[in-house]
């Protein structure tokens, strides 16, 4: 694979190859908390949920909870800010696809090149990644 400032040529998307992200689309999309959750959830869950799950499963993050108790003013606002904001926004970038209607969220294949930048809090951590720990 190339690096992220590297371009993909046609002949590479032909063959099934993503498109080279560029390094500000790579930082951007790392740059909130929110996106680096969703991306890591969808890694766990092989790239693809329901958008129902993904905001159920941020929202226990964020509110230091269990799902089953999450009251519905949680799970709301969450999934409010995952449908008119950060979906969209990964979706423009190809990062991956989000069906409104369905409610599905698929990992693209361009999402494989955040992987060197999406850590989680580990010991080990390379220490240029630690900006993007949560």
Same mark, same amino acid.
């Given at each position: 694979m190339s690096s992220p400032t590297a371009t993909a040529t046609a002949d590479d998307i032909e063959d099934g190859e993503s498109a080279a992200l560029g390094l500000d689309?790579?930082? $951007?999309a790392l740059r909130n908390t929110r996106r680096r959750r969703l991306l890591r959830y969808l890694n766990d869950q092989n790239g693809q949920v329901t958008?129902? $799950? &993904? !905001? +159920? #499963? /941020?929202? !226990? /993050? +964020?509110?230091?909870?269990?799902?089953?108790l999450l009251d519905s003013q949680q799970r709301k606002r969450v999934y409010v800010g995952l449908y008119q904001s950060h979906l969209p926004k990964l979706d423009s970038m190809g990062v991956l696809t989000f069906d409104q209607q369905r409610? @599905? @969220? +698929? &990992?693209a294949p361009a999402a494989s090149q955040l992987n060197e930048y999406?850590?989680? $809090?580990? !010991? $080990? !951590? #390379?220490p240029s990644k630690?900006?993007?720990i949560e």
């Open positions: 689309t790579v930082f $951007d958008l129902s $799950d &993904l !905001a +159920e #499963h /941020i929202a !226990a /993050i +964020e509110n230091d909870t269990t799902p089953k409610g @599905i @969220i +698929e &990992l999406l850590c989680d $809090d580990t !010991a $080990d !951590a #390379h630690r900006y993007y």
